[in-house]
């Protein structure tokens, strides 16, 4: 596993999560027009996966690649804070 | 000293309790997404005049008014309801109403609130003056199939036509009876993003997300059926990544053309009204989110999805080209005329302000405080089909 990002870029990966992720998935991330991204709903998914959706966007479905604005590592920071419970 | 001033407090409660004599047509909410509360504003005096708490998970949410303009509805994303009363400045009434909402609306005569929701996915209708369930549309679109409910607008009659993500279709439910609607459907298009209906109430229009176009219902002869419109706008080019989906309504007629965010690219698309053809794009700084016309038509005012979100583009509609483009703030949410278009309010979410702009000069004329704020709703949309 990568480095973790340092306190300041995990700031802003949370917020970018809670308010642009956010307005497709909600910003308590229950969902909307994209799946719930809670513990409960991503749990039994292959954290990998969960990274290359992040990453590399789904094609067919309005989820849009992030790579432009994060690493990939980033994206997996990302996934494993979503999997145990997201920050505020 | 002590009972004195204890006295002059009481006093001065009595005083902000009593019923203010005044009308609505200047008033206003600000919805503060992170917080749940919403602050009530004056475009007069351009001043917050009250602020409400308890409304559960405001994001995405919307607001509609009741036709005497007293009362606003906000629709929360969380399935609230909230009925508050603008002169008073209190919540008259809450309800949860589903797990999962996206927005309402309210009908011509002013008596249904109708909810559009993504789980479970339909549409619900309460009474406005009680907020009493009255009936349900599932938007069962296939057996077993529920899909979310997207671009929920009133039209004559008591009517609501709305789109079915996952269903592709358009829906015109007539809530003449509110206990038992009835419900046409009309094949739409691949996955309809967000819908609205023109000034007139003559047209639906669903934006397409699954391909290029717009699917188009007219509400006058709906037995014709819909079809399409723009399609192939962007003729075979690869789309950009859509970071955030377009909204809709608050679209822009002006000058008999429309102006309607094209989606994945940076360009306003327009389109003559009386033949529903594109007969122009104008290239902007973003992915638009909303294209919003100033009330009298003059201008455009285009905001712009992540990462351009602190950018606003204005587009002069007699030029036809942008004519003024700048940085207000951080994370540019949404914008609201003044009843007359002298001001624009813009929410500046990631500044915890709202930024006033005179439209005539482009320079700031105020600003207020709010935490988080989003959308921007005045009581002029009471009087408006499709608000």
């Known amino acids: 596993m990568a480095a973790e990002p340092d306190a300041g870029r995990q700031k802003e990966l949370v917020r970018l999560v809670r308010q642009d992720c956010g307005s497709c998935h909600g910003m308590t991330l229950q969902g909307g027009l994209g799946p719930a991204l809670l513990p409960a709903s991503l749990h039994d998914k292959p954290a990998e996966s969960l990274v290359a959706t992040i990453y590399y966007g789904r094609p067919g479905t309005p989820m849009p690649p992030w790579q432009q604005f994060m690493s990939e590592a980033e994206a997996g920071w990302i996934v494993q804070k979503l999997m145990s419970g997201f920050p505020q | ?387």
């Open chain 2, 1 to 387: 000293m002590r009972l004195v001033l204890g006295f002059l407090f009481a006093l001065l409660l009595t005083a902000c309790a009593g019923p203010q004599v005044r009308g609505t047509g200047d008033l206003g909410l600000v919805i503060e997404r992170a917080s749940g509360h919403v602050t009530l504003v004056d475009t007069t005096s351009r001043q917050p005049y009250a602020r409400i708490g308890g409304l559960g998970d405001l994001s995405h949410a919307s607001a509609v008014y009741s036709r005497d303009g007293r009362y606003a509805f906000v629709f929360g994303r969380d399935g609230g309801l909230t009925k508050i009363d603008m002169l008073e400045a209190r919540i008259v009434n809450r309800v949860i109403q589903s797990g999962n909402a996206i927005g309402g609306s309210i009908s011509q005569d002013g008596k249904i609130v109708v909810v559009q929701n993504y789980t479970p996915g339909g549409i619900k209708a309460f009474d406005a003056a009680t907020l009493e369930l009255l009936s349900e549309v599932p938007a069962e679109y296939a057996p077993g199939k529920f899909s979310k409910v997207v671009g929920l607008a009133d039209s004559a009659g008591n009517k609501f036509a709305y789109a079915l993500f996952e269903g592709g279709e358009i829906w015109v439910s007539n809530f003449s009876n509110p206990k038992q609607p009835t419900t046409q459907r009309f094949t739409a298009g691949s996955q309809p993003y967000d819908g609205l209906v023109t000034p007139d109430g003559r047209y639906f229009l669903a934006g397409l997300f699954g391909e290029d176009g717009v699917a188009m219902l007219d509400l006058w002869q709906p037995e014709k059926g819909a079809r399409k419109i723009l399609e192939k706008y962007g003729r075979g080019e690869e789309k950009l990544p859509v970071f955030k989906m377009p909204h809709l309504r608050g679209w822009s007629v002006a000058q008999g053309k429309a102006y309607l965010p094209a989606i994945g690219r940076h360009e306003v698309l327009v389109v003559d009204v009386a033949t529903w053809k594109e007969v122009g794009r104008i290239p902007v700084r973003g992915q638009p989110v909303f294209v919003m016309a100033r009330p009298d038509g003059r201008q455009v005012w285009v905001n712009f999805a992540f990462p351009d979100n602190g950018k606003m583009d204005v587009i002069d509609t007699l030029v036809g080209k942008v004519v003024h483009a700048f940085e207000p703030g951080k994370g540019i949410l949404h914008m609201e005329f003044t009843p007359r278009g002298e001001n624009v309010w813009l929410s500046a979410r990631d500044d915890n302000k709202v930024l006033i702009y005179d439209t005539a000069t482009f320079t700031r004329v105020g600003e207020i405080a709010a935490d988080n704020p989003s959308g921007i709703f005045f009581t002029t949309r009471a009087a408006r089909i499709g608000f």
